[in-house]
């Protein structure tokens, strides 16, 4: 049983990194780190139909001394390996699980069928490719993080391509690399269904981002020249969204990619610079404080063709920049997309991406029929047995560390982020700047713009939000937005609104910008939001733009004396 200990041991640590790199790099594992790994990326495959079966079947209700962590572990061995659970037959463990087989199996078939597989086995092929399989919400239909509507499809996440128009453009690309492809004016058509060995190629354009294009998992691109060759960059789409919202600098300013590596930004920002001439003067400052990350975010530069205009701070925190050296007089704008929990990045590339089994009955669960009466005194009995281990273990005890290890993660992030943002906000010639995470927790996202706009620094130089309107076209028309909720005055702990600001809610939840993995729009999770100002350029004198704090407002827009009108498409 050491193999379940330690595998639920690693879900439950909290630690951040790649799974193979917190499997390998663990010392206490009583178990082989191959076997353990295995588990693990087996299990986080089938997570959300096991964890669903799990709940369904009430499993956790009457075995209330296994864990989610066990549960989803056990249960996966139980009902997919050829195996089995690998356990002495009489272990309580394993007998706790077995038990349940026929509810368990019962539950699994229910899941397999309402996402539309006629047999275990081609459900197993379509997660084998890395594909999702999801109860994802109808976002088309939705406008904010909080929508609601259910929609029963089956979402892969397609592989996102990024044309480098420093070296290539669109129209080259597709009469070469993708000239045996089909294009379709859905994505849809690309990340539902079957793409058998008889399928066509399939490519869509999209329609947010300029220059980016959509293919279906599959095909190995790796191999062609045009990747080799820095001519078509993977880059997932949520992750192009802070680039384009920031645009080309203006005036010819500079810019500051606060934390560069890898750097698909980066070379995303100067392939943008590169469309206006002015722009083509401008200089990008990559700053990367770790040594390793820096390597890798010069290669990418240099692969993308950028170096002339990427300048790259090896080893330099953004945080120990002064802006008011006369060196940094030139800033325009700052891309800040800092450290965060990752919560939003799809299970692939090594990491771990993993749903547990709820404790808690769900509200639509039927129990009140007579089959579920007359097993109940059974299950009575059954959830009163003890578990005799040797050593006691907090793994059979609900599981509460967990939650507060993250939210102790949450808290310190988030102070860290809001730090780096309001270092930005104190460039004296910047106007502006945008702030991303690949984070779906508000704590990460709403809360830090809310807390950023209510800082000194903020209201000291004018700084507010960007609102929807002044957006590019092709994120104006994204339709998921930023949780209102998020916004409010009970969200934000510590936070003083003001009555008048609390109706700012709506304004800054409106001009934020959401993604949501494992959704129809085929994007990772991710939150982007902007700010602007209205400052003179002061052509390098070193002095401070004559910004009134009272000009500040709110936060939420434009004050009577404003200059801005809004970023061009």
Known sequence: ??????????????????LKSRVFGARDLKSPPTQVFALLTEASKWSEILAETIEKSLLLEQEKKLSPSLAILLVHDLLLSKKGVAAPAAHPLRVAVSRYKARLSAELTKARLKRGFSSTEALKEFLDRGQTVSLTRNSAATESAGGSGQDARLWAHPRWIRINTIKTTLKEQLTT???????????????????GSGGSQLLHIDQHIPDLVAVHPNPDLVNTAAYREGCIIFHDKASCFPAYLLGQPADGRDCIDACAAPGNKTTHLAAIMRISKSARRSKIFACERDQMRASTLQKMVSLAGAEDQVSIRTGQDFLKLDPQQPQWDSIGSILLDPSCSGSGIIGRDGTVDITLPSRTTPQNQTTGSKKRKRHNPKKQTVAQEPYPEPDPDPLFEPEENPQNLLQDRLEALSHFQLKLLTHAFQFPNASRIVYSTCSVHAEENEHVVVKALRSAEARGRAWRIMQRAEQPHGLRIWHIRGDRSACTTEALKGITVTEEESGSAEVIAASCIRCNKHSVEGTQGFFVAGFVRSVPYTNGSGEEADVSPKSAGDGLGPSSDSEWEGLSD
């Open 1 to 18: 049983m050491s193999l379940y200990y330690d595998a639920a041991s690693l879900l439950q640590s909290g630690q951040s990194g790649s």
């Open 177 to 195: 690399t993708f000239q045996n492809y089909k294009l379709v004016d859905s994505l849809e058509k690309i990340i539902i269904g079957d793409m």
